[in-house]
């Protein structure tokens, strides 16, 4: 389903040189960089077959987000190999594409637009987004007049609508209030019962035993175990949050 082999992402990183005396008594201020090579992910490997629900787990800057973009084909790898069989629907960065002068309901056609929806698709789902995010009263309103977490909340609304056997997850089960945050839950627990294939990142560890039927613990780039959720929760809590 998915196989990623000894896979690397190097970003460089640029530093002001240090201006000469030359530079300084000429007035010369044009910019110059040295560039330091960043691993964000380091030769990385792993397989997940069709059906899993897997958690990946680590500390901010671990290289967790980067890896997804990389399996999403959002970001192309510097070094080896990712093979993906089926399509993959990225929950990364959800409104991505957003209008705030326009209103909902033209933002949820120009939003499922850019997820592949046709408009007659779009108009047969167009009452379920608008529930599921709660925004009934709000359809003609334009988007700047609604608050962070109503957008937030129609934008994972539409982003569910995909039927991709593959989902790429980053801690989009954060969104909104409690009773909003536990319909995402059940959306997932359909997925999970689907049999769909689910690569999950989260900071909320009861969220990874609950859903995942494998962990992989990433640190500063790199994968450094893996194995059940109880498990690897108690081991990353044990060596990197103490």
Known sequence: MIEVERVSKIFKIPHERTK??????????????????FYAVRDVSL?????EF??????NGSGKTTLLRLISR?????????SVAQDIAPFLEIGLGFQIDFTTRENIFINGALLGFSRSEL??????????????????TKLNKLSAGMQVRLAFSIAIQSEA??????????????????KCKDVF???KK????????????????EYCDRVFIMHEGSIVKEGNPIEMVSFYQDKFLK
Request: glycine share 10%.
């Open 20 to 37: 000469t005396l030359f530079h300084k008594l000429s007035g010369v201020f044009r910019a110059t960089y040295n560039y330091e090579e």
């Open 47 to 51: 397989k997940v077959n069709q059906g």
């Open 54 to 59: 897997i958690g990946i787990i680590g500390k």
């Open 74 to 82: 959002i970001l192309e790898p510097t070094g080896g190999r990712i």
């Open 123 to 140: 108009k047969k789902r167009f009452d379920d987004i608008v529930e599921f995010a709660g925004l009934e009263k709000f359809v003609d």
């Open 165 to 182: 056997p593959i989902l790429i997850v980053d801690e989009v089960l954060a969104v909104g209030d409690m009773i909003f945050q536990q």
């Open 189 to 191: 627990w359909k997925y």
């Open 194 to 209: 689907q049999g769909r294939t689910v690569l999950f990142v989260s900071h909320d560890m009861n969220l990874i035993k």
